[in-house]
């Protein structure tokens, strides 16, 4: 399904799987931007456990860079600080070598504010992972609350050991960007301010509410429109491919016509097949839709280190999606109910259901409307993705990225109250969900490398961090065909009941991982609370940067009515000390990558603006 090849934690976490993450960076760039070869590299013993009475500790690595550095009267800052300020990166699910080479406005701000830059890897990520075999409980602890008191830690040593009252500003992108924007929010006395890029604070349930349901695969569609420096036309081209390759599907010359059409390897794929594999990259190549060359996405969920190419979904609509095809399409489409013509294919579309006259065309009707055409440029569209290796003839069942949905058992657990062991303390808050587990247990899993993003299916676990931002499509805002969910739908009959649904700890006890919860809330309740996601307006000194193209956009944080499609800037807080940015041609936190002359002009004003802010933040020490 969409939301779990973009890489989302709710329904996996509920049904035991563990989930991917959100995605990586791969920017492409010349060889002598600065990268983990300008890094000293350097660890720091932390407590495993800030919040308990565990006596385990671990190693966490980061990297210095301390060339930069210069006294703040140096440095055009006119505070009581004595040195320029310290940018520290909240490493998120990933080693952290990918955001030391990747996190260009750290180190472009960095040399012309003559900053230390500090890039930290998250706990369990990388050669930052305590020895779990024989420890109690092991994945118990990777979780956010542990992971930023790791970077308090830090920051409060590093001070001390260079004897500095700089201000520490911190930067983070997607998860990072959550951990960053949350990490102000939790300890301003150690924070100055948080650049908090492409951050999806408000993708929770009880945020977005209803419409963020669909936030994400409203925006997937952007960069395929004239909004996103495409066409309408190839946007109202590919919504319609789904609904007349279905209909033409009807009679057997029709269905291997389209089978044809797609490159299918054996022409034998259903009508479905076909449509849920034409409908699944395009999260991830929104998420990439960057003005440069990238292996942002690819590295992480295709085949590896083989780049998108700029504007990514500009290029697919280039295939022949941009053509006018004589597509026809009458009624009211917000509400799925339209008619399509094309030729004489006629297709009624109500929802989920079609009628029309598929069944009754001749081969030389189906020949004649041009529908080979339409899913020939579909195919060719969607190759950007699936043949970026260029070395696909044809594609077959397991090129499918699409699945059902499968409705997961509810069920009520009984539920604790109050402050748990290896929980922070939260006054007011729901029950930590690490307070329900099974009884101590010495994990048993071998310990080895771990694998890249292995952090993130615990997070997501320990914490219910289960945003619900993709978890609905097709209903009228997007290029998707047909609805996942009920033409009546509510909130609550897609995130389910207000009950305990079971955990993901089968999945790590089978690897001798023990120490996750039993259960899982699909609400969200103890971490929104936590980190009064609700409020976020009270909380200074935070800019919540999003770009307009990319899908996570749709649960980013703005002002009441606002949104990635207003203006610029939009204060947050009435200070105006927070806000949130719009680029209105930005992928995923294009303004944390290298700038470079290919970047569209709001992402060039949108640097400028942080550097603003960051400048205000550090006099303000």
């Not at 500095?164 to 992108?173: D, E, H, Q, R």
């Not at 389209?258 to 054996?266: F, G, L, Q, S, V």
């Amino acid at each position: 399904m969409l939301k779990m090849i973009a890489g989302l934690c709710l329904l996996a976490a509920a049904q035991g799987a563990m989930p991917p993450s959100m995605g990586r960076w791969g920017q492409v760039m010349d060889t002598d931007t600065p990268s983990v070869v300008n890094c000293t590299w350097k660890y720091f013993t932390q407590k495993l456990d800030h919040f308990g009475n565990s006596s385990y500790t671990y190693k966490e690595r980061y990297c210095l860079y301390d060339k930069f550095w210069k006294p703040a009267t140096e440095s055009g800052f006119k505070n009581t600080a004595d040195q320029a300020p310290i940018f520290f990166y909240t490493g998120n699910e990933s080693p952290v070598e990918e955001y030391v080479n990747n996190t260009g406005l750290m180190w472009q701000l960095g040399e012309k504010m003559n900053a230390l830059l500090i890039f930290a890897e998250h706990r369990y990520e990388g050669l930052s992972v305590p020895q779990m075999h024989g420890m109690t409980d092991c994945i118990t602890y990777c979780t956010t609350s542990q992971a930023l008191a790791d970077y308090a830690a830090l920051i409060k040593s590093l001070k001390e050991e260079y004897k500095t009252s700089a201000p520490v500003i911190a930067f983070g992108g997607s998860y990072g960007g959550m951990l960053a924007g949350w990490m102000r929010i939790k300890y301003p006395e150690v924070i100055s301010g948080s650049i908090a890029a492409s951050a999806p604070v408000s993708g929770f349930p009880s945020i977005g509410g209803k419409s963020g349901l669909s936030a994400s695969s409203d925006a997937v569609g952007r960069g395929l429109s004239a909004k996103g420096g495409a066409t309408d036309t190839c946007f109202s081209n590919l919504r319609s491919t789904w609904p007349l390759l279905h209909e033409v599907a009807k009679t057997p010359y029709g269905l291997e016509t389209i089978n044809k059409a797609a490159r299918r390897c054996d022409l034998h794929s259903s009508a479905s097949s076909i449509a849920n594999w034409g409908q699944g990259p395009w999260f991830n190549m929104a998420e990439g839709d960057y003005p440069f060359p990238s292996t942002y996405i690819t590295f992480s969920v295709g085949p590896g280190y083989y780049p998108l190419p700029a504007w990514p979904m500009r290029v697919a609509c280039s295939k022949g999606l941009n053509n006018d095809m004589g597509v026809k399409v009458t009624g009211n489409v917000p509400n799925v109910d339209y008619s399509i013509k094309m030729g004489d294919i006629d297709v009624q579309v109500d929802w989920d259901k079609l009628t029309g006259n598929g069944a009754t065309l001749t081969k030389e009707q189906i020949d004649a409307s041009g529908v080979f055409d339409l899913v020939r440029a579909m195919t060719d569209a969607a190759s950007v993705w699936y043949n970026i290796t260029a070395d696909k003839p044809c594609y077959g069942a397991a090129d499918t990225d699409e699945s059902e949905r499968t409705e997961e058992k509810k069920q009520k657990g009984d539920v604790e109250s109050g402050t748990c062991e290896s929980c922070p303390v939260c006054d007011g808050c729901p029950p930590c969900p690490l307070c329900n587990k099974q009884p101590p247990k010495a994990c048993t899993w071998e310990q080895k490398p771990v694998a890249k993003t292995f952090a993130w299916g615990p997070v997501c676990c320990n914490e219910d961090l289960n945003l619900a931002n993709t978890d609905v499509q097709g209903v009228g805002g997007d290029i998707f065909w047909p609805p996942n969910v009920q033409k009546d739908y509510t909130l609550e009959s897609v995130i389910g009941p207000h009950t305990k649904t079971p955990g993901c700890y089968p999945e790590y006890n089978a690897q001798g991982l023990y120490g996750s919860p039993l259960y899982s809330d699909r609400w969200s309740n103890w971490i929104t609370a936590y980190y009064d996601s609700a409020n976020v307006d009270k909380y200074t000194n935070i800019v919540w940067s999003n770009g307009a193209l990319d899908p996570w956009s749709g649960a980013g944080v703005y002002p009441p009515g606002g949104s990635a499609l207003g203006p610029m800037v939009q204060n947050i807080t009435e200070d105006g000390s927070s806000v949130a940015l719009v680029i209105d041609l930005g992928g995923h936190h294009l303004d944390l990558f290298f700038s470079t002359p290919q970047d569209p002009p709001s992402a060039t004003q949108v640097r400028l603006l942080e550097e603003q802010k960051i400048r205000e933040w550090s006099q303000q020490h």
